[in-house]
């Protein structure tokens, strides 16, 4: 994909590093665990703590397949098979946030970059239907790459030599924001009410 033209050529490129779900789109995991919790009578934390210690780093890893991953979760559970409505969750909860309205002026003043611990066949659809992919140079998810955050690979992956004090981050997990921070990142957290889209005007000088 290609880079978007910047309105103050000559000076470093910068680059704005964006999460997927929490930043741009919605995130589709609570409301998995309650909908896994209301089909197997378990209490949504408990899925959670489940997924996290049974399925989460091979998942988005692309370590354990789709498949695998729904069956799996279901014999974990104590049901036979997993609902389909399971995954009609995931679709549905990955709605377009506001912010995506602010893509092309973000674009015309750095360079759009997405990193997301996801699975490529959720994010993907949800991506190209609301018509998002064109507006990022690099999109690095999790199950295509291997690289799981906050681990350090998968920031350097994406951003390779880029110099990190050209870059802002965006994620709505603290794990990943410390990881991208301690590497030398400026990082900011969103924030549910969408006020970090402030700081990056300010940022961005737009």
Request: charge should be neutral; aromatic fraction near 6%; proline fraction near 5%.
């Amino acid at each position: 994909m290609r880079s978007q033209p910047r309105l103050q050529r000559g000076l470093p490129e910068r680059t704005l590093l964006l999460d997927a779900c929490g930043v741009l789109l919605g995130e589709p995991m609570e409301p998995l665990f309650r909908a896994v919790a209301a089909s197997s009578g378990l209490r949504p934390a408990a899925v959670a703590e489940l997924f996290r210690q049974r399925f989460r780093d091979d998942l988005w890893a692309g370590r354990m397949g789709e498949t695998s991953f729904w069956s799996s979760l279901a014999t974990a559970c104590g049901l036979e098979r997993a609902p389909a409505v399971w995954r009609t969750v995931i679709d549905q909860s990955m709605r377009a946030m506001p912010v995506v309205h602010r893509l092309p002026s973000w674009g015309r003043q750095a360079r759009l970059a997405l990193i997301s611990n996801h699975r490529h066949e959720w994010l993907v659809p949800r991506l190209e239907a609301l018509a998002l992919t064109s507006h990022f140079s690099e999109v690095s998810i999790s199950s295509i790459t291997g690289a799981v955050k906050p681990d350090q690979a998968a920031y350097d992956r994406v951003l390779g030599s880029t110099d990190r004090a050209q870059i802002l981050y965006v994620d709505d997990k603290l794990a990943n924001i410390a990881a991208a921070r301690s590497l030398g990142i400026t990082s900011l957290l969103a924030d549910a009410d969408g006020r970090w889209t402030n700081e990056v005007d300010a940022w961005l000088e737009c």
